[in-house]
């Protein structure tokens, strides 16, 4: 429980914050689908003809 009222800046502030965060977050998650997908189709083996057995 507040006992002063927060300023308007506060406020404004809260909200920018929330749009970086969300922005953030969305950034991660692109980029770990993008991995996940590259991972699963194999793009990360190397070529056939150079693994050594």
């Known amino acids: 429980m507040s006992l002063r ?9 809260h909200g920018r914050n929330l749009g970086v965060a969300l922005t ?3 950034f991660i998650v692109i980029v770990f689908g993008l ?6 189709r194999g793009d990360f083996e190397p070529p056939r003809d150079e693994v050594s057995n």
């Open 24 to 26: 953030l977050a969305a």
């Open 35 to 40: 991995t996940v997908v590259k991972v699963t």
């Open 5 to 13: 009222q927060p300023h308007e800046l506060h406020k404004r502030r």
